[in-house]
């Protein structure tokens, strides 16, 4: 007797079911939106990151036109702490305002009563700008929120040294 083993006749498939193709998008789509939303984050951080440096290169900038005004300027105002700062020179008048809606300093100087140059140092509608100036010497604080640091400006204005007198032109 021969016993014959009956074969299936079921074709192997190559192929994928819709159930393996919803799980696959499921998937990708995860991994998309995890992504996408790592990148927004990525941005914003990296903007946040830009606007902090801008402001500080801004501060920079204006400490070092401060200081220069100051240095060069004839006299100080008295003390005050009020913008806007005037100083005088010789043949030069520099104005500096503070804006705290555009959240600017602006610098104006003026030569012979006409406007020479107008420079505005952009340091953020969050900052404050204080201004307190004594007989020699205008500190500017700039700070923020409590949580976050001021960055203290100061100018020292040198008055020049009074001269020697010189014993050859006392002979004269």
């Known amino acids: 007797m021969i016993i014959k083993i009956k074969q299936s006749s079921r074709v192997p498939r190559h192929g994928v079911t819709l159930i393996e193709v919803i799980g696959t998008l499921s998937v990708l789509l995860a991994i998309g939106i995890s992504s996408a939303t790592i990148m927004s984050s990525v ?3 990296g903007r946040r990151g830009n606007a902090s440096v801008q402001q500080r290169d801004a501060i920079q900038r204006f400490a070092t036109q401060l200081r220069t ?6 006299e100080l105002p008295s003390s005050t702490e009020a913008w806007p700062l ?6 030069f008048e520099v104005r500096y305002e503070w804006s705290a809606e555009q959240g600017s300093l602006r ?10 140059s107008v420079e505005s140092f952009e340091i953020g509608k969050e900052r404050n700008a204080v ?21 203290v ?14 014993p050859e032109k006392a002979e004269q």
């Open 43 to 45: 941005t914003k951080i």
């Open 69 to 74: 005004d100051v240095h060069q300027a004839n």
């Open 86 to 91: 005037q100083l005088l020179g010789s043949d």
């Open 107 to 116: 610098r104006t100087r003026l030569e012979s009563g006409q406007i020479k």
């Open 131 to 151: 201004l307190r100036t004594s007989e020699n010497q205008v500190t500017v604080v700039i700070d923020t929120e409590p949580a976050s640091h001021s960055f």
């Open 153 to 166: 400006v100061e100018a020292v204005h040198r008055q020049p040294a009074p001269e020697a007198p010189n």
